[in-house]
């Protein structure tokens, strides 16, 4: 729209408004799902590109339960249809995850039990 218009001042300020919310508040998932519905299934505009990261640094940040809890549309935009916009999310999330450190530990380091257990049934 900034393009077809010239208004580049004006979509920057409506972006760094927009911004400045997110600081306090979380990004409702369905505003993305408006986002690329109405202008395109692709990250090639701040906006929508915006709300990528943003919601990449939130779930990387509180976690993928409370995420998926507070937006219910996102699980459904996960598994169904085919969105482009999946695969920026994913390299998002990667992004945001590999700026942590690896906070979680290497699972091939960790103490964690990754081996195949057996359950018995209880024999009568």
Same mark, same amino acid.
């Given at each position: ?23 306090k ?14 202008i ?10 915006? *709300?990528?990261?943003? &919601? $990449? ?6 976690g ?8 219910? %549309?996102?699980?459904t ?11 920026? *999310?994913?390299?998002? &999330? $990667? ?15 960790? %103490? ?13």
């Open positions: 729209l900034a393009l077809h218009y010239r208004a580049f001042d004006l979509q920057n300020q409506i972006m760094d408004r927009y911004r400045g919310y997110h600081v508040n979380a990004v409702v998932f369905d505003d993305l799902v408006w986002m690329i519905n109405r395109a299934d692709k990250v090639d505009n701040a906006m929508t590109s915006y *709300l990528i990261e943003q &919601i $990449a640094y939130e779930i990387t940040d509180g993928f339960p409370k995420y998926e809890q507070e937006n219910l %549309g996102f699980t935009f996960l598994q169904t249809g085919e969105r482009l916009t999946r695969r920026d *999310l994913f390299g998002a &999330i $990667a992004r945001h995850a590999h700026a942590s450190g690896g906070k979680l530990g290497d699972p091939a380091r960790t %103490g964690a039990d990754w081996h195949v257990t057996l359950e018995l049934e209880d024999a009568d």
